[in-house]
């Protein structure tokens, strides 16, 4: 059975394809149950490399599960075949992912990025406080819904984190992500806080969505390396940004990870703080509207006595248009440090980000 006849019997009509890898493509459909268009990423189990397989699909699907926010995009329903394909059924972001709005659009004025990364950090803090971390925030896997509100997506390097006998936080050593987006102590290969490096993509991620380029040029990653060190960030002076908008970028693009913005200090920054209390208290107020109210995503487990059938189980810029987010890590430690960590994986793997009909592939 082809992937139109498995979700035809689900109760999904298949449209086009929204972006395809070397083992995953996403396609858009729409759910007869819920009456709304929906994504839907497929993903071939016998083509997925090892690392993704043991340690990160099975992360990622367990995170989906769980996750239910208003900035977060929702997903509906998990199954799987016994031919070892799996389908993730999610929210379509109907207006694309920032990236594209930003190239189509230009950089946006303070107070509609204010509202935005508002959006975006509150997304972020609800993961955190879950002790979630998403380790890959970009611009492309942030996507916008009908109404342009942010959806934070693709967790697919997504992980919980975990304390030792002393009950301190165990530091990363997977060094993932896209490098326009990654922290030194990423770049360098130094096991690092996931949390901090969250907080420093969302440094890179605000810096573009006011400037319309990226805060460093990544074409020579050891220089950008260097240029991150000494805490230097150019601003254009043609958009005339305000102080606290330049001081909330530069406390998050900090390299001593221990001046760096938490989350929370994110949400509490003067810059944050002259958003309305309506428009601060609007997510919340949404997700208690949520259609998915038990935190429950539909988890199938195909019976493999009948492929087609499934038993449930329990949820167990440079300038930004020619930015380079294929930069490989490996290469990247080698010329910094001589030799790749044992965990190191690249930077940008092949999977399609989840888009809008109306975003071109």
């Known amino acids: 059975m082809d992937d139109s006849s498995v979700l035809k019997v689900r109760g999904y009509r298949v449209g086009m394809i929204l972006g395809e890898g070397s083992y995953a493509k996403v396609k858009s459909a729409f ?22 397989l043991l340690k990160f699909l099975p992360r990622e699907m367990e995170i989906l599960a769980v996750l239910n926010h208003c900035c977060v995009v929702k997903t509906y329903e998990i199954f799987e075949t016994a031919v070892g394909k799996i389908y993730i059924v999610m929210e379509l972001g109907a207006q694309g992912d ?32 879950l002790d979630i971390v998403h380790r890959d925030l970009k611009c ?4 916008l819904d009908k109404e342009f509100n942010i959806k934070l997506s693709d967790f697919g390097f997504a992980r919980r984190l975990g304390q030792d006998s002393n009950g301190k936080m165990v530091l990363s050593k997977t060094f993932c992500g896209s490098a326009a987006y990654a922290s030194p102590e990423v770049l360098q290969g130094i096991p690092y806080e996931p949390k901090l490096y969250d907080v420093w993509s969302l440094g890179v991620i605000l810096y573009i969505m006011v400037s319309g380029t990226m805060p460093y040029d990544d074409s020579n990653i050891k220089k950008m390396l260097r240029v991150q060190k ?4 150019d601003f254009p002076r043609y958009r005339r940004l305000s102080s606290d908008c330049k001081d909330i970028i530069l406390n998050m693009l900090q390299p001593d990870i221990s001046q760096r913005l938490t989350i929370d200090g994110i949400l509490n920054h ?35 006595a009948n492929p087609n059938k499934a038993t449930s189980t329990l949820p167990t810029i440079r300038e ?11 290469e990247v430690l080698k010329q910094e440090q001589g030799k790749i960590p044992t965990d190191t994986i690249i930077l940008t793997e092949d999977r399609p980000a989840l888009i809008s009909d109306n975003v071109p592939v």
């Open 270 to 304: 003067r810059w944050l703080q002259t958003l309305s209390k309506a428009k601060r208290t609007e997510c919340t107020q949404l997700n208690k509207k949520d259609v998915n109210p038990t935190n429950q995503v539909s988890v199938f487990k195909q019976d493999t």
């Open 31 to 52: 759910s007869e149950r819920l009456k709304c268009s929906v994504a839907v990423k497929i993903i071939n189990r016998r083509k997925v490399p090892p690392d993704f």
């Open 320 to 330: 930004i248009q020619t930015i380079s987010a294929e930069t490989n890590l490996q």
């Open 98 to 129: 920032l990236l594209e709005y930003i190239k189509s659009r230009g950089p946006m004025p303070e107070d509609v990025a204010r509202k935005l990364f508002h959006q975006l950090a509150t997304a972020v803090k609800y993961c955190h406080d």
């Open 140 to 143: 492309e896997n942030i996507l």
């Open 230 to 233: 000494q805490h230097h960030i």
